[in-house]
C-alpha cells in the first residue's frame, strides 16, 4: 500500500537578536544557546529544519522587525532551501507577521504560536486539549479577525501549521468570543473538579511534592525513577504535557503525592500560563517544590532563572504562596553527564541522575527531612480499646514513641497541624 502521508515540512528558524535588549531583561543566554532551543523546539513537532540564521537587530522596524536588507537575505536563503514555514524566534504582532509572510510567500509563526503548536500536539486528555485550544484562541482573536472573517482562511483553524479547514471553525470576533466563554466555563468544571479531589487528599491526607522546572530537565524521567511509574520521558522539549500523581513512601515510612507538571521555558507565552492555570494550581497546593534542573546544561542557570520567573509571576498573580523559595528544593538531575553525583557543585541542592539512579536515595532522605520540618511533635494518649485512632495515628502521621499502659496509650507522633486538628475531631 502506498504511502500518502505528507511530506514533513521543511522549516527556516530565525532569530532577531537584540544583545543590549536581552542583557537589559536580564537574559544572560547567548544567542546561539537560544537557537539551538528553537531548532530544538521545531524538531520536537516533526519539523525538518533546513535552513537556521541569527540576525542581529540594531534598530527595530515597526513594519516587519527585520530590516529590508535582512528580509531580501533570509528570502533568497529560504528560497534555496525550499522552505514551508518560517519560524521567527520573537513575539510578532499580527501586522508583522503579515508583512514577512507577503514578503517571504510562506508561512510564518511566531516563537508564540510555535510554542502553542507544541503543547496541541502534546495534550491527551479532554483537559489538555480544552487548555490548549483556549490559549490557542486568545492568542489568534487579533490576528485573525483583523485580517479575514474566518479562521480557516489566515491559520488553517486550530493550530498554525496544518491546511485549510482544518476543524471547520468559521468565526468572526464575536463568534471565537463565544468559543471562549464555552471553554472558560468547561475549565471551571475542570478546576471544580481538581479542588474537589484536592479536598480528598487533604482528608486523606498526604503531602504533595511537585516538580517544576525548565522543559527538558528530566522530570518525567525522575517521576519514573521515584514512582516505578511510566511516564513518556523522551529526549523532547515538552514531551509530557498533562500532569501525573502518583503516590511514593519515604524512608520514615510516611505516603505522599507525587506531581509531575508541564515543563516552563523562556518567554512562556502568557496566553499558556492563564489557560493551564487549573494545572498550575497543582503546584500552588504542594507543600513542597522540587525544582529539577538540567545541570549538565551550559545554560542551566539561565534556565533556573525563566523557571523562578513563572512562579514569581504566578506569586504576584496570586496563584501562589510568594513565600514559595522557602519550601523549594534544588534538584540537579543528569550528573551521570557531569563524571556522576561526586562531580556536580551541589551547594544546596541535591545532585542526582534519575537515568542511573544515582542520588536518588540521598534526595528521598531530603524530602523527608524538609516535610518533617512543617510538622509538630505531639504527646497524645489513646484508650487501649480505641484501635481505630491509635491506628489512624500509624497512617496519617509518624509515631516516634509508645508506652503502652493499662488503660491508655500514650504517643509522642509527628503530625501536620491539619491532622492534629482531625484526629481532635474523631
Do not use: C
Request: charged share 25%; hydrophobic share 45%.
Amino acid at each position: 500500500m502506498r504511502d500518502t502521508a505528507p511530506p514533513p515540512s521543511r522549516a527556516a528558524i530565525l532569530l532577531p537578536w537584540d544583545r543590549h535588549a536581552a542583557f537589559a531583561f536580564g537574559h544572560n543566554r547567548s544567542a546561539e544557546a537560544r537557537l539551538a532551543e528553537a531548532v530544538g523546539l521545531a524538531a520536537s513537532i516533526g519539523l525538518v529544519v533546513v535552513y537556521e540564521h541569527v540576525f542581529q537587530l540594531r534598530s527595530l522596524t515597526p513594519a516587519t522587525l527585520l530590516g529590508r536588507g535582512q528580509i531580501e537575505l533570509a528570502g533568497a536563503a529560504m528560497r534555496g532551501a525550499q522552505v514551508d514555514v518560517v519560524v521567527v524566534d520573537a513575539i510578532l504582532t499580527p501586522v508583522q507577521q503579515r508583512n514577512l509572510e507577503k514578503a517571504w510567500g510562506a508561512k510564518v509563526i511566531d516563537r508564540t504560536g510555535l510554542i502553542l503548536d507544541i503543547f496541541g500536539a502534546r495534550a491527551r486528555t479532554r483537559e489538555g486539549a480544552l487548555q490548549v485550544e483556549l490559549a490557542h484562541l486568545e492568542y489568534q482573536r487579533s490576528r485573525l479577525v483583523r485580517s479575514w472573517t474566518h479562521l480557516e482562511r489566515q491559520r488553517g483553524g486550530f493550530g498554525f501549521l496544518g491546511g485549510p479547514g482544518e476543524t471547520q471553525i468559521e468565526a468572526d470576533r464575536r463568534l471565537i468570543g463565544d468559543r471562549i466563554v464555552r471553554l472558560k466555563a468547561d475549565l471551571d468544571d475542570v478546576r471544580r473538579t481538581r479542588g474537589l479531589h484536592r479536598g480528598a487528599r487533604r482528608r486523606a491526607p498526604y503531602s504533595v511534592v511537585a516538580l517544576v522546572g525548565y522543559t527538558n530537565a528530566g522530570k518525567s524521567t525522575l517521576f519514573n525513577a521515584l514512582t516505578g511509574a511510566a511516564v513518556m520521558a523522551q529526549d523532547q522539549l515538552f514531551a509530557t504535557l498533562d500532569p501525573t500523581m502518583r503516590g511514593i513512601t519515604l524512608p520514615s515510612g510516611r505516603n505522599v503525592i507525587l506531581s509531575d507538571t508541564v515543563g516552563f521555558i523562556s518567554e512562556l507565552p502568557t496566553e499558556l500560563v492563564a489557560a493551564f492555570r487549573a494545572t498550575l494550581e497543582e503546584v500552588a497546593e504542594a507543600e513542597l517544590l522540587l525544582h529539577v534542573r538540567d545541570v549538565s546544561h551550559p545554560d542551566t542557570e539561565a534556565q533556573a532563572k525563566d523557571v523562578h520567573n513563572v512562579l514569581d509571576r504566578m506569586a504576584k498573580d496570586g496563584a501562589l504562596d510568594e513565600g514559595w523559595p522557602a519550601h523549594t528544593l534544588e534538584v540537579l538531575n543528569k550528573a551521570d553527564l557531569m563524571g556522576g553525583v561526586s562531580h556536580v557543585i551541589q551547594g544546596d541542592g541535591i545532585a542526582v541522575s534519575a537515568l542511573t539512579g544515582e542520588g536518588l536515595k540521598h534526595l528521598l532522605v531530603e524530602i523527608d527531612k524538609r516535610l518533617a520540618a512543617t510538622l509538630e511533635v505531639v504527646e497524645l494518649e489513646v484508650p487501649v480499646a480505641d484501635g481505630a485512632r491509635i491506628a489512624w495515628l500509624y497512617r496519617h502521621g509518624e509515631v516516634l514513641a509508645r508506652e503502652d499502659g493499662e488503660t491508655h496509650v500514650k504517643l509522642d507522633v509527628r503530625l501536620s497541624s491539619a491532622n492534629r486538628a482531625r484526629f481532635a475531631a474523631l
